[in-house]
């Protein structure tokens, strides 16, 4: 009478006959010697993660599934959207709280996909960026900025362009070498082309 076959544990030899295991590359291991052997170690509690256990992984760093969270508010991450920063993982919110511009206008954070308005190193809500003047939002029409506000152009033209009092067209300012005139001082508007005096358009 043959001998049953032995199935035991590859590294410990104890007998697998009736007991959980598990196969690596053909072999079979008892699952506490796999676990010394091959399991990951969590990032989050440095504990190994058990064959029982889910195991997550980002960058060939790995966490238990309830270890799987923001470094800085403790929500869970587990099949959420998230950030990496200096090898600490962020949920979006503080991500952005931390590291995304704050718009200039409301002093928010302007969070990352939506909209934002950008100049000279300065960002703003889209719905922020407002004309000085209508305070309607410029949005990506031209503006023109004047002290410390901006204008559209419409606005600008309406409070600081000049008026040719010839041909009554709008233009930015007078020339840099105006012509004399026993008027007044006249300069060559770009809009017609005889001298012209120019007039402060007024502000309605």
Sequence with gaps: MSMPERF????????????????????????????????????????PIGSNCKDLSYKDRHWHEQCFKCSK???????????????????TECHANDYSSKCNTCK???MPGS?????KGNSWH????????CQQPIGTKSFIP???????????????????????KVWPGPSTSPLRSA????????????PCLLTRRPSS
Excluded: W
Excluded at 16 to 21: E, H, Q
Excluded at 115 to 119: A, G, I, L, P, W
Excluded at 147 to 167: I, L, N, S
């Design 8 to 47: 035991d544990c590859h590294y410990c030899k104890d007998s697998l006959l009736g007991k959980k295991y598990i196969m690596k590359e053909d072999t079979q291991y008892c699952t506490k010697c796999y676990e010394n052997l091959f399991a990951n170690c969590c990032e989050g509690c440095s504990l």
């Design 73 to 91: 508010c403790s929500r869970s991450l587990v099949e959420k959207a998230f950030a990496a920063k200096d090898d600490l993982l962020l949920c």
């Design 108 to 110: 928010k954070t302007v």
């Design 115 to 119: 909209r934002k308005m950008e100049y």
């Design 126 to 133: 889209e719905t922020c960026f407002l004309c000085h003047r």
């Design 146 to 168: 004047k002290d410390a506000g901006y204008f559209c152009v419409p606005c600008f033209e309406k409070q600081f362009a000049y008026q040719c009092c010839a041909c009554k």
């Design 183 to 194: 008027s007044g001082t006249a300069s060559a508007s770009p809009a017609c082309s005889a």
